[in-house]
């Protein structure tokens, strides 16, 4: 697909909203056959100079008031809202826990792989009314070529992240346990999160395009002597977006 014929999303909390040349210039509420969409779909437009512009969908994973847990997100609604907006490309951003010894808080991560630890959320639009059984390749869960710009970007706006990770998808809300860190260690997980599935497999069925920023918020239960606070998460969360938004908004210029 050619960079003119791109249409890009951020799947985000409502922060992200606020990119640095961006006027949001509507809001749709989004019905689909699986439901409402989270939040209504905030359509922005970013001046990239020279008189041009690029539109930009955003959604918010959580509700604008953030106050839908991630076990509850209405996933399948969300990326055929997307899908139907005419979104070709995903930018998913995610709070994660830090495993591997790297993934300190407040760091930006781009991970590559991702284990599904989910348990009760429906995790295809593959179900009923079916002319034949569908497999997709989820071999490589990200997109290797979003990936790539995010990381180009990151350079040239002298932005700090790592290359790479497997994202381990839990079931929420609540925290995991000491013992189950140490098992997705095992399993070669290097950070943990509760909203990566079946968001990424769901974009792969309906052929988008989908990439992740992590940021690290906390160190995983049980590798840190702190204890797990909101207020923690929050301070390191709110740090990793400002260089969230300087990123997105430069993958954004760079894409058309």
Known sequence: MSEDNKKIAIIGGTGLTSLKNLEITRREIAMTPYGEASSPLAYGCLNNGASQSTEVVFLARHGHAHTMPPHMVNYRANIRALKEAGVTDIIAVNAVGGIRNDMLPGSLVIPDQIIDYTTRRINTFYEKNLNHVTHIDFSYPYSAELSQQI????????????????????????????????????????????????????????????????????????LSDEPITMEAIEKNVENGLAQVRQLIAAVIENCH
């Open 151 to 222: 990381i180009d970007s990151a350079e040239e706006e002298k932005i700090k992240l790592i290359r790479g990770g497997t994202y381990a998808a839990t079931e929420g809300p609540r925290l995991e346990t000491a013992a189950e860190i140490q098992r997705l260690k095992r399993d070669g997980c290097d950070i943990v999160g509760m909203t990566g599935m079946p968001e990424a497999a769901l974009a792969r069925e309906l052929a988008i395009d989908y990439a992740s920023i992590c940021v690290n918020a906390n160190w995983a239960a049980g």
